[in-house]
Nanobody
Framework: VQVVESGGGLIHSGGSLRLACVAS????????IGWFRQAPGSQREGVSC????????YYADFVKGRFTISRDNAKNTVYLQMDNLEPDDTAVYYC????????????????????WGRGTQVTVSS
């Protein structure tokens, strides 16, 4: 059972990236998927999540209106579309899977998540 992130990179402020979280060894529909990030010297923080039963989503205030989470069950993949990126978005981005009962979409916090990827680096230059 694993999740693997991809899509990170170096981008100028105001640009866009789309991250992908590919799940293997389990059916995506049975889990909720969360995106988290961790900047150097900071704690890991929740960015967004999608409840894979209902499709309901949650966004942290600092990404509302800029990031969009979506899923493609046929590809066992969850995406995080990141638009209007800012230097403060620079971090390693992780996805993780949450088993039921789900906290998502009430909030997104690291504790309930069981399976974590290794992360993908996003760097936004000013």
């Amino acid at each position: 059972v694993q999740v693997v992130e991809s899509g990170g990179g170096l981008i100028h402020s105001g640009g866009s990236l789309r991250l992908a979280c590919v799940a293997s060894g389990f059916t995506l529909e049975r889990y909720s998927i969360g995106w988290f990030r961790q900047a150097p010297g900071s704690q890991r923080e929740g960015v967004s999540c999608i409840n894979s039963h209902t499709g309901a989503t949650y966004y942290a205030d600092f990404v509302k209106g800029r990031f969009t989470i979506s899923r493609d069950n046929a590809k066992n993949t969850v995406y995080l579309q990141m638009d209007n990126l800012e230097p403060d978005d620079t971090a390693v981005y992780y996805c993780a899977a949450e088993k039921p009962p789900f906290v998502c979409p009430m909030t997104v916090v690291p504790g309930p998540y069981d399976f974590w990827g290794r992360g993908t680096q996003v760097t936004v230059s000013s």
